[in-house]
């Protein structure tokens, strides 16, 4: 079955750093999604992408996040000055078509020092 | 602004019982899925749920959705250590997804 796959599995960078989170979909999905789940907490909406560009994000992505599809397979997630809250399980998640389900990777686990 | 609250937030149990997790909210959805994810794992997909008064069944698992489609149900049958886990419903809001806030269960042995 096709999977979401998500790399790396585990980042450690220090505060201020830039990451890069990258993702590569299930190939035949046009619908792409970042969410993050903080230890033990709910799952939280971060932006969905759609036709190369954001259809909505949510309060947290603000402009030091950033997303973009730069060679039409992979879809990456840029935090350009990392923050100790940033600190979470990132999740990259994709759909063949509106309404239909998510399909999501394993996740890649940022930890901010 | 469209939320989906779950009930119980924890629930920790012992083998063989059965129990119910609810998703509720004020707002109708065309659709419902139920996830579940393990420690360290994306969440899995369980099942949609579509029409409203609908009850789907997998193995174990029973499934509704509300007749009016604002609220759901997961129902397991002599629960499992291997059921263990957080349940997580979700439904499409505008361009994004919707997640419930979850019941983390525990089925003890």
């Known amino acids: 079955e096709p999977e979401v796959t998500q790399t790396p599995s585990h980042q450690v960078t220090q505060m201020g750093q830039e990451v890069i989170l990258r993702c590569v979909p299930i190939?035949?999905?046009?619908?792409f999604y970042w969410y993050r789940q903080i230890l033990g907490q709910k799952v939280e909406f971060l932006v969905s992408?759609?036709?190369?560009?954001?259809?909505?994000k949510s309060e947290i992505f603000d402009d030091q996040f950033s997303v973009e599809r730069p060679d039409g397979s992979n879809f990456t997630l840029k935090i350009r000055s990392t923050k100790l809250e940033d600190s979470a399980m990132y999740f990259c998640?994709?759909?063949?078509?509106?309404?239909?389900?998510?399909?999501f990777g394993n996740g890649t686990r940022l930890t901010v020092t | 602004t469209q939320l989906l609250e779950q009930s119980p937030q924890f629930l920790s149990i012992q083998e063989g019982e059965n129990l119910t997790v609810y998703c509720n909210s004020s707002?109708?959805?065309?659709?419902l899925q139920w996830y579940r994810q393990e420690p360290g794992e994306g969440p899995v997909l369980l099942v949609t749920?579509?029409?409203?008064?609908e009850v789907k069944k997998l193995k174990r698992l029973t499934f509704q959705f509300g007749d009016a489609r604002k609220d759901s149900s997961l129902h397991i049958t002599a629960a499992q250590p291997g059921d263990t886990g957080l349940y997580l419903c979700?439904?499409?809001?505008?361009?994004?997804?919707?997640f419930g806030t979850g019941t983390r269960l525990k089925v003890l042995a």
């Open positions: 992408f759609y036709n190369n560009e954001i259809s909505e």
């Open positions: 979700a439904a499409q809001g505008t361009y994004k997804y919707i």
């Open positions: 998640a994709t759909q063949g078509s509106y309404n239909s389900p998510l399909h």
């Open positions: 190939s035949n999905h046009l619908y």
């Open positions: 707002s109708v959805f065309s659709s």
């Open positions: 749920v579509v029409t409203g008064g």
